[in-house]
């Protein structure tokens, strides 16, 4: 997502800086290490920063639930954004974040999503992002929570790249087909997180917005469309179960996001997703 953000940021008349907690080979990088308020601090004053894009999260889903990384997923998910959102109420700035469909799933449901239901996470890393999401509240500062679901693109491990891999290299393939949602190209997130700011559309807008793709499909279907457009062709991809592939969080069976408000809101037009699927593909053969 970060990544996404300094490409669509390129044409900006404002002037953006990139942070992370590690140097990131070929991109000018300030380090900065969020779960750090006072050296946040420091950067908000030195370069007078006005609003900032937080991308950085534990992503781990499973990974999350380590009784030894609790503590850690804590710090970086909850505790991150509202050091964050404190730096931004201190200058009268804005905080951009990105939260998760996996704020729910305890109680299923089965019509899309909208941001007034109660969140129900089933795991650590949905627990912890929805910590973050009422930590940035509580502090008072101007705010954007956009939850996204099954986000992907042409930078890091993601599950385009990792299907695109298999379906290549596999002769049979089993993806489960019980679990229901939409797939988001961070590009068009980013997009719409820039045109949103750039624009200075954020006035007295603060608030919770759900931003995927349009369009519904198993993960099953997203692979069927991933080897269709590659022309990998002699993978067998069949549909399975979720209990097939036995993991430490519940996944929820159908996580489709409502955004009815972030294009009322924003005037956000939202892409269908194999339209977008297909424009980093694209991307990725040209890379
Ligand atoms: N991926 C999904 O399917 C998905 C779905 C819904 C919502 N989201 C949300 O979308 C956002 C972006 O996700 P993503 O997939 O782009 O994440 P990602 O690829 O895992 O990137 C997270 C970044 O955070 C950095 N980071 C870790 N600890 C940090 C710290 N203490 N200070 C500063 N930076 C730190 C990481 O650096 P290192 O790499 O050096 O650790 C990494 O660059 C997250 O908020 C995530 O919860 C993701």
């Known amino acids: 997502m970060g990544n996404e953000m300094r490409i669509v940021t ?19 990088t300030t380090i900065l290490d969020i779960t750090n308020l006072d050296a946040i601090r420091k950067i908000v004053f030195a370069k007078d920063i006005k609003a900032i894009v937080n991308c950085a999260a534990w992503t781990n889903v499973d990974g999350a639930e380590a ?4 503590e850690l997923v804590e710090l970086l998910n909850a505790k991150a954004p509202e050091n964050l959102a404190t730096a931004m109420k201190e200058v009268g700035g804005l905080l951009v974040h990105i ?3 996996y704020v729910f799933g305890g109680d299923p449901y089965n019509t899309p999503c909208k941001e007034n239901q109660k969140g129900t996470p089933t795991g650590v890393y949905g627990l912890t992002k929805l910590h973050g999401e009422q930590n940035i509240q509580a502090t008072g500062a101007n705010y954007l929570i956009f939850r996204t679901a099954w986000l992907y693109s042409e930078f890091g491990k993601n599950f385009v790249k990792t299907m695109l ?19 988001t190209y961070a590009y068009d997130l ?9 624009n200075r559309k954020y006035e007295n807008k603060t608030g919770i917005y759900h931003y995927s793709n349009e369009g519904v499909c198993s993960w099953y279907d997203f692979t069927k469309m991933i080897a269709e457009y590659a022309g990998n062709t ?6 399975c179960h979720s209990d097939e592939f036995p993991s430490p969080v519940k996944r929820p069976a159908f996580s489709v996001l409502d955004k ?16 977008s ?4 593909m694209n991307n990725l053969k040209k890379a």
């Open 10 to 28: 390129k044409s900006s008349k404002d002037n953006y800086i990139f942070t992370d907690v590690v140097e990131v080979e070929g991109q000018e």
């Open 67 to 70: 009784p030894e990384k609790r």
């Open 99 to 101: 939260s998760t469909d």
């Open 165 to 183: 891999n298999l379906t290549s290299t596999k002769p049979l393939l089993k993806v489960v087909f019980d679990q229901v949602g939409t797939p």
């Open 190 to 198: 980013a997009k719409a997180i820039f045109d949103i700011i750039e």
């Open 234 to 239: 002699a993978c067998d991809i069949q549909p």
């Open 260 to 275: 009815t408000k972030v294009k009322e809101t924003f005037g956000v037009k939202v892409p269908y997703w194999t339209e």
């Open 277 to 280: 699927l297909m424009k980093c």
